[in-house]
């Protein structure tokens, strides 16, 4: 009787298992194996199958899944490497992972942990698309400043800030709930985009926040300083602060820079004041934030300003 009752519950579980792509566990191939003599052998062979369950190994995350947002979560036990699409994952010693999609993201994307045992878990991720303000003007684009002399000046530059980004500090602000570096009006978002005569212009990279010329601005979670220079042809005064796992904070246009690169700064420490250098209308704060090559909409980090 009861090992009639004994044997679907240990089968099922392990149905259960195998459906769910993990290896059967021991302590389910012990209960099949085992023969119980007496009831109480049974019951222990019952009770010792039952945390087969929890062992299961998947992704746990959450976060937003769309175009330009982020998941945070842990890799399954026993993980050796992870990816998103191509992008390889950090992943802390705790088994915590960071890992975002770009404002142009495909539709699905897949996550995949390779275990230890040489196992490969895929989990395939819906990103939703988002509405971009997308603005069709009926004049020709402008030239894209691809002169020889313009790329002269520019590529200095660009190098300065394409090896400022791929710097690894181990900072640990992309574990935290960010902050608005300061709180105004907001005159641009992420992702808005001109169309000019159907050629599409580039995107808008980050959000910006115009409260008025020369008002403090600070360090929306820890990081690292990566770059702290004046003087940049489109960035004016630029900042950029690592935040681990991937993830950087650019600010641009700013009119006074008070931190240094190398310096390790907290959620909220002030790092600059806001300004209109570098190629800027007016005196806003233009803030972009990177997950190595994917561009994320800051607004999803902070939720809507209060
Ligand atoms: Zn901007």
């Known amino acids: 009787m009861i090992r009639a009752a004994l044997a679907p519950t240990v089968l099922g579980l392990s149905a259960l298992v195998s459906c769910a792509g993990t290896e059967p566990s021991a302590p389910a191939d012990a209960a099949l194996a085992s023969e119980p003599e007496s009831v109480a052998d049974a019951e222990s062979a019952a009770s010792d199958a039952a945390p087969v369950e929890p062992v299961e190994a998947k992704f746990d995350f959450s976060g937003e899944l769309t175009q330009g947002g982020f998941i945070r979560g842990t890799v399954p036990a026993g993980t050796a490497s992870a990816s998103l699409g191509e ?7 705790d088994g915590s ?6 404002r142009d993201s495909a539709d699905s994307l897949p996550l995949t942990a390779t275990l230890e045992s040489g196992r490969i878990l895929r989990e395939d991720l819906s990103v939703s698309p988002r509405e971009w303000q997308i603005q069709r003007v009926n004049v020709a684009k402008r030239p894209s400043g691809s002169s020889e002399a313009w790329w ?3 590529e200095p530059e660009w190098n300065a800030i394409q090896d400022a980004r791929a710097k690894e500090t181990g900072a640990t602000g992309w574990t935290q ?12 978002l992420f992702g808005r985009q001109r169309i000019y005569r159907g050629e599409p212009g580039s995107y808008h990279s980050g959000i910006d926040i115009a409260p008025g010329n020369g008002v403090p601005f600070v360090a929306p979670a820890d990081g690292v300083v990566v770059l702290a220079r004046t003087g940049f042809s489109l960035e004016g005064s630029l900042i950029i602060i690592d935040h681990g796992a991937g993830l950087n904070s650019a600010f641009l246009h700013a009119s006074r820079i008070v931190v240094e690169e190398g310096q390790a700064v907290k959620q909220g420490d002030h790092i600059g004041n806001v300004g209109a250098s570098g190629r800027a209308t007016g005196p806003h704060l233009h803030w972009g934030l990177k997950w190595n090559a994917a561009r994320l909409d800051p607004l999803l980090f902070t939720g809507p300003m209060d």
Do not use: C, N
């Not at 992008?87 to 010693?93: F, G, K």
């Open 87 to 93: 992008q390889v994952l950090d992943i802390a010693p």
């Open 97 to 102: 992972f960071f890992a975002a999609f770009d």
């Open 152 to 154: 002269k000046r520019r």
């Open 177 to 188: 709930d960010f902050i608005w570096p300061v709180k105004g009006r907001i005159s641009g």
